[in-house]
């Protein structure tokens, strides 16, 4: 039998892991407040607990102090799982650095959530060494789970001094990932130098940008993979060498692609930590979040479901660097303070018309052209969301009732997602 020590300030939550806990057989302690936990650990022994189920945001303090407490104090061996009720990169980052096992939101997944603690139980993870927060925070959005995985590997990342490749499709964000490793590790005081190097980049150039690195900071070395291949291995036996300065490589993947091009000795040198910045099409959850981030800064103020709905079904082949540039032309082309469906490019406002020759609605009478392309745009909303309503209502920006009735309307509410499609009914 293990011990978890439960800090949560709210009872209910407290009550439901405690009960959890002992359903599996552990035993647990609970404590509604920082100082509470700090008593409970001041009295206990350092192998009393086996792991620590900590709330970010307590009503006296921030679980933060406690985990960082508890790396530099004789509890620096406990698993330490953080939780919160916020989507917070930030917070994920710090305390993936500062030493926490996992990092989990609330509302918990409670199977999860207990493969987790029984996962921290088994491996109780080496100390790490406890680095100064850094005053910068990063400008990364997201919440979701591919992205907090991102915030996780930053944040080891940043407690380490081994190189980092940086993988993802152009305007995933690769660069901001790297700064984000710089800015929470504790070179964050030196420079961070970039070095944008491509096909054209020859060994003199390189050689040059590499003696120019300066000692103690980090070097980004941007665009990897388009390096010539004598040239990545040279930068192979480069990065083999001890030198003062860290080494974040950025390789960018081409639309679709899971491999970088680099050749192996260059990517074994690299890739001792690898990071993965998904493409946007992967996580559409953190669209609205993008959005209202790029709608700061522009007069726009808002934008209309219709619209959001567009942007969060559109693929975006340039990522999230598409999308900011998209919400910033929205925004120069509204109206009023919202961005509504009409004010994006056509093919998001409409995808049929991108995807599909405008043919087979041409020569139609409006109204037949328009129901044959709502009746497209159902099939294809719930073909992407793999025949889930609630998905392809949230992808058509329409409550669910109006989707049956749409569904019902136009003879698809019996289909596979697979099959709808043909003419619209006449
Ligand atoms: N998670 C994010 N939160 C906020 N802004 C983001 C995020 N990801 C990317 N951006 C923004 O998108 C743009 C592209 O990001 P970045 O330059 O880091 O991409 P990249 O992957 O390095 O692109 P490339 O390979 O084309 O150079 C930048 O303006 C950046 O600020």
Redesign the pocket.
């Known amino acids: 039998m293990s011990t978890i020590l439960i800090v949560d300030d709210e009872k209910g939550i407290r009550d439901g892991l405690a009960t959890a806990v002992a359903r599996v057989g552990h035993r647990a302690v609970t404590a509604p407040s920082l100082a509470e936990a700090r008593a409970r650990l001041l009295e206990a022994g350092a192998g009393t607990f086996d792991c620590a189920l900590v709330d970010i945001r307590l009503k006296d303090g921030s679980g933060l102090d406690l985990l960082r407490e508890l790396q530099a104090g004789r509890h620096r061996d406990l698993p330490v799982i953080m939780a919160t009720a916020y989507d917070d990169s930030e917070r994920t980052i710090e305390a993936m650095r500062d030493g926490a096992f996992d990092y989990l939101t609330k509302p918990f997944d409670l199977p999860r959530l207990m493969a987790t603690v029984e996962r921290a139980v088994k491996q109780r993870r080496a100390s790490e060494t406890t680095i100064e927060a850094s005053a910068e925070s990063p400008?990364?959005?997201?919440r979701s789970a591919a992205?907090h995985a991102v915030w996780k590997r930053i944040g080891r990342s940043a407690g380490s001094d081994a190189p980092v490749l940086v993988k993802?499709e152009?305007?995933?964000?690769?660069?901001?990932v790297a700064r984000a490793i710089h800015d929470y590790s504790r070179r964050a005081s030196a420079p961070l130098t970039n070095v944008r190097v491509d096909a054209s980049t020859d060994l003199p150039e390189l050689r040059a940008a590499l003696a120019a690195a300066p000692s103690g900071g980090t070097l980004l070395i941007?665009g990897a993979g388009d390096l010539p291949p004598a040239v990545q291995s040279h930068l192979g036996s480069w990065v083999a060498e001890e030198h003062p300065v860290r080494v974040i490589a950025?390789a960018?993947l081409a639309h679709g692609a899971a491999e970088v091009p680099l050749l192996p000795e260059l990517y074994y040198q690299l890739a001792v930590i690898e990071i993965s910045?998904p493409p946007l099409r992967e996580r559409r959850s953190d669209i609205p979040l993008?959005v209202s981030?790029a709608l700061s800064g522009t007069r726009a103020r808002a934008i209309s479901e219709e619209a959001m709905a567009a942007l969060v079904r559109h693929d975006w082949p340039g990522n999230?660097?598409e999308l900011?540039l998209c919400i910033r032309r929205a925004a120069e082309m509204c109206r009023g303070e919202v961005i509504d469906a009409d004010d994006l490019p056509p093919e998001l406002a409409m995808p049929g018309l991108a995807s599909e020759p405008a043919d087979p609605y041409l020569g139609l009478p409006l109204r037949e052209a328009l129901a044959r392309l709502e009746r497209d745009l159902l099939s294809a909303a719930l073909r992407r969301a793999d025949g889930n309503r609630t998905v392809a209502a949230r992808l058509l920006g329409i409550p669910r009732p109006q989707l049956y009735t749409k569904l019902e309307e136009h003879g698809l509410s019996e289909r596979k997602p697979g099959s709808a499609g043909g003419k619209a009914p006449g």
């Open positions: 400008p990364l959005v997201g992205m993802g152009g305007g995933a964000g690769k660069k901001l941007d950025l960018r910045v993008l981030r999230v660097r900011f």
